[in-house]
């Protein structure tokens, strides 16, 4: 019987992460004045050992043994073979499948959240804050500052706050507290509730709130946390792929095809970039990062500077950005929710290294379904994105009759977001368009925003 | 550094269950004439393969391939040395704990689900009809009908249909049909509902409609499942003590003390029968099922003979019980909240190899808070129960100065029931008392069924 799962011992796991920037070179973030921002700059928002993680270019940075510790809770992953899936599709490709969904708040995220809580531990932080979407980060910050003994506050978008409330009763499990922003407790906050008492919050306002909170803590000792976009969290999440490395070497087998959600870029980049770096050195492999269709930052945006936030707080970032005040519709895979992405997967693609691909909503759920009822774990709405390029992929080994071995990252469970799932099978989903002229209409904007340069390797 | 998790390959997965009957006998089931019920009396309710399992007094039987292979989706499930809850604790004892929770549905049920399927299928029918409560249980049966495309029909207490509807999803997502119960399906759901139309249903109605859904289809291609109680169900988990013997042998290990909350006994069984089989071979071990202090079927209850369902449809099953037509208070640890107990646990507990306990809901929330916040995995209710007599047992080892090896079952994961911790979070949760007297009430009626015999091994 061919073993369903590929495993590691917990002294097998990797003790280093994977820094790309030892590999690439990215355009530097500017301050408010165009020019380049200096890592200082950073230090009233994160500790310095984050910001030196930020700008590093040293290629292997070493996992200290306290976040290892956590790790091992639910780490290393199985690698999964996706042999359920791959009989329903009858198709020659070999599908596995890095199954994050086995940590505790049940994605990717702990492996960045928990790092981030361990630094700012042993700065002397005794507080974090940070902002929620869908509720994912806010769940993992939770549960990584519970494993430290340090404060957690998350501020969560109203309306999500609203439809999700077992995402609050999760955090608050893991003794962090949730508020539903716009909040009183802030400046940002009451300011726009003045304005607009029954708005449904935004995660640009969310960011604001967290940030403002962690800076005017007149204690200095709370800082803020990101869960995407930032170097240091693909750095983290490269645990994923270094982990897939090993188990696929297991099995004597590697990776022609490299697939997973984008949405922020973390659970994407955690996967794709120690293979990234084989493909730097000559390898043939095809990766696909995979967005919803009607939030195509990769496949259809401009590779520009723009804001990570709404609000324009934070500095320009280079990246594929749909404009900073892009409003991406209400899809409930909420993580894809995001106008930029990451500036390292941004660089990727802009040197054609990446293929990004987007598929639509309804695509995205019949593949959650067709997953869920062959290998059993029911996807997160983000993961569905992947799924659906998987079995484009393995139709497509079918039709060529080639024994394709697609590698693709399981970014969480949807155990908490089964009522989409409702809504898909009672016909009540559909598709979102991107409107017409939304690219026109940022690239105007944009005209007034400095150049990222197109910088190459070598 | 310690592991944290002892880990079996699928290799390495036992092939064999093991059958308690061979090692202990049980007072027969009684048909409605007062006289032992024969094997061919349940076959148009069970295939015949699951009734010959019931009634088999052979000690190793073997799990066939095709279950196997379903089992290796998330089985061999971890043992987890809990190392972050005995630093809390600052105990001597060494704490294991089996982890069932990393199944699909989130739970140790799909351990018997799957086989139930799997001999359904073989036996040529089509379609399978069950009750569930909480939930756990119609989640694991559909998870497991979709895995051999058989069609699942899920009759769900109306109160908790109502409460949870992610539960009915779940199930969906695994394409089975989840209906509130009553139902206007069957004549038992229509005449509760012309009677009391603002009913909100129970255990003992969902039951009647589930086997009238089964014996009742014309083709003859429905049966019938329960998800706890019988034998055969107990044979099917006892893969988890199996597997964990294995995994405590590679540690070089043992267990002093084995924890499992008991409801109708199925999780508890698993991890314990085969443990009882070396405690009747002289091993000393304290082995302790632990119930809500509300529902105290084991601590309180008399081992009598008794319906399995509060209608009275069942044959009279030989256990202790608190009356078929007790009503438990509505704890949220649904699983638990049973009138009976299993034949072969109540038997066990009759000749003192058991030593139940009991735990109230505020104890059991408490440690539940506890342990998510050290180990990380947030434990399903019933789970709970299990949780504070570890605790208890952790801490008695350090009064002690004991290096006590205690070994419990995470019989499942709470993601589907954090409103209740919500509640119990925010104060609004209490304990329950037994009201004064069902013991006694109960002892009147049972004064007028026959009596089990005190039955002895040897």
Known sequence: MTNRKILLTEDEMPRQWYNILADIKLNPPLGPDGNPIKPEDLAPVFPMKLIEQEVSTQRWIDIPDAVQSVYRIWRPSPLVRALSLEKVLDTPARIYFKNESVSPPGSHKPNTAVPQAYYNKISGIERMTTETGAGQWGCALSFACSQ???ECKVFMVRVSFDQKPYRKSMMEVWNGRCVASPSNETRAGREILAKFPDTPGSLGIAISEAIEAAV?????KTRYSLGSVLNH????QTIIGLEAKLQLAKVGDY?????????GGSNFAGLAFPFVLDKI???????YPVEPA?????????FVYDHGDTAGYT??????????????PPLHAGGLRYHGMAPTVSQLVDEGLLTPKSVNQLESYAAGITLARSEGIIPAPETTHALATVIEEAQKAKEEGREKVILFNWSGHGLLDLGAYDKFLAGQLSNFELPEGVIAESEKVFAHYPKPAHLKRG
Chains 1, 2 share one sequence.
Do not use: Q, R, Y
């Open 148 to 150: 430290f003994g340090l």
């Open 216 to 220: 005017s803590d007149p204690s200095g």
């Open 233 to 236: 969290v693909m750095l983290h």
């Open 255 to 263: 990776p022609d095809v490299i697939i997973g959600c984008a949405g």
């Open 281 to 287: 050195n000559g390898k043939a492999i095809e990766i």
């Open 294 to 302: 009607a939030c195509p930052t990769l496949t259809k945006a401009p």
């Open 315 to 328: 500095p320009l970032l280079p990246m594929h950005s749909l404009g900073h005040s892009f409003m991406p």
